[in-house]
């Protein structure tokens, strides 16, 4: 069973809006009642950058927070019922340009990639001035 699975990419004007989804596998969603959700983003030649986090306690979202480089254009939220992360991100810029990656762990948040143990094979996000 694949453990994330992203979708919602596209190829966009700048100004524009698009909204990412992740489904989330069973195994991921119940594997620890204390995670952490989050969206990362690779640009052709970049190293992959951390975007959003949201920390969950059982089924509660207990933080969510996005980096500064988006701050007031992206949030991050989740719909339970439907085991999904989403990603909406408006006021699209060309250095938004990226595969965005969603990314699940146990425990606290962190914006390194490296501690996470749970990956999708991300969506292409194209924005075009």
């Known amino acids: 069973q694949v453990p994330l699975m992203e979708s919602g990419g596209d190829s966009v004007q700048a100004g524009g809006s698009l909204r990412l989804s992740c489904t989330v596998s069973?195994?991921?969603?119940?594997?620890?009642?204390?995670?952490?959700m989050a969206w990362f983003r690779q640009a052709p030649g970049k190293e992959r950058e951390g975007v959003a986090v949201?920390?969950?306690?059982?089924?509660?979202?207990?933080?969510?927070k996005v980096s500064a480089s988006v701050k007031g254009r992206f949030t991050i939220s989740r719909d339970n019922a439907k085991n999904t992360l989403y990603l909406q991100m408006n006021s699209l810029k060309p250095e938004d340009t990226a595969m965005y990656y969603c990314?699940?762990?146990?425990?606290?948040?962190?914006?390194?990639?490296?501690?996470?143990?749970?990956w999708g094979q991300g969506t292409q996000v194209t924005v075009s001035s």
């Open positions: 990314a699940a762990r146990g425990g606290i948040c962190y914006y390194n990639e490296y501690l996470y143990n749970y």
């Open positions: 069973g195994y991921v969603h119940t594997r620890d009642s204390r995670k952490c």
């Open positions: 949201l920390y969950t306690v059982g089924e509660a979202t207990a933080l969510s």
